[in-house]
T-cell receptor, first 112, second 114 residues
Framework: AQTVTQSQPEMSVQEAETVTLSCTYD???????LFWYKQPPSRQMILVIR????KQQNATENRFSVNFQKAAKSFSLKISDSQLGDAAMYFC?????????WGAGTKLIIKP | DTGVSQDPRHKITKRGQNVTFRCDPI?????LYWYRQTLGQGPEFLTY????????KSRLLSDRFSAERPKGSFSTLEIQRTEQGDSAMYLC????????????FGSGTRLTVV
């Protein structure tokens, strides 16, 4: 069965600092997509970044970047220059053809 | 197009009542998905449509749950004889077959069964 594991229920970081959120997954597929989504309190799920498994280059989106280690099945999210607006639940998700399989989420707290 | 729209945003119902939620996807997206999210958890897949065809419904939580997308545009999710355990956020998402950029989510419908 395909699973996604986020081992950090909560993380905190000082504003303007860098934080890394961990995600591991399990699959027998060779070609797939991975996503990080952000869910602010009482607000909708927003796509942060995506990674295609056949691409070795790590995806980046402004202050957000991933460290994708396919052999280790690891997909961590690095947030640089953390801002107060980054505070949210962050979910890692694996695209299994017709559905997203989600981790339990990491609550990110930004300290001013 | 303003994104994926879900209605209502909140629904409070008495146990045993039926409820129906609506989702309007992004117009050019042919795939539509329903997820359920309980507090502190990641979303849980329920069902999905490609155009008007419901291609996967085995993950619907019980036979009290049903979904439709009659004309391949908006979709409805109905829960019959609601139970307190049905209280959750129900999320709708859409995407295009021609792009795997990602899924666009609506704001969700929060159901509270009392």
């Amino acid at each position: 069965a395909q699973t996604v594991t986020q081992s950090q229920p909560e993380m905190s970081v000082q504003e303007a600092e860098t934080v890394t959120l961990s995600c591991t997954y399990d699959t027998s597929e060779s070609d797939y997509y991975l996503f990080w989504y952000k869910q602010p309190p009482s607000r909708q799920m927003i796509l942060v970044i995506r990674q295609e498994a056949y691409k070795q280059q790590n995806a980046t989106e402004n202050r957000f970047s991933v460290n994708f280690q396919k052999a280790a099945k690891s997909f961590s999210l690095k947030i640089s220059d953390s801002q107060l607006g980054d505070a949210a639940m962050y979910f890692c998700a694996f695209d299994s053809n017709y559905q997203l399989i989600w981790g339990a989420g990491t609550k990110l707290i930004i300290k001013p | 197009d303003t994104g994926v729209s879900q209605d209502p945003r909140h629904k409070i119902t008495k146990r045993g009542q039926n409820v129906t939620f609506r989702c309007d996807p992004i117009s050019e997206h042919n795939r539509l998905y329903w997820y359920r999210q309980t507090l502190g958890q990641g979303p849980e897949f329920l069902t999905y449509f490609q155009n008007e065809a419901q291609l996967e419904k085995s993950r619907l939580l019980s036979d009290r749950f049903s979904a439709e997308r009659p004309k391949g545009s908006f979709s409805t999710l109905e829960i019959q004889r609601t139970e307190q355990g049905d209280s959750a956020m129900y999320l709708c998402a859409s995407r295009s077959d021609s792009s795997n950029y990602g899924y666009t989510f609506g704001s969700g419908t929060r159901l509270t069964v009392v």
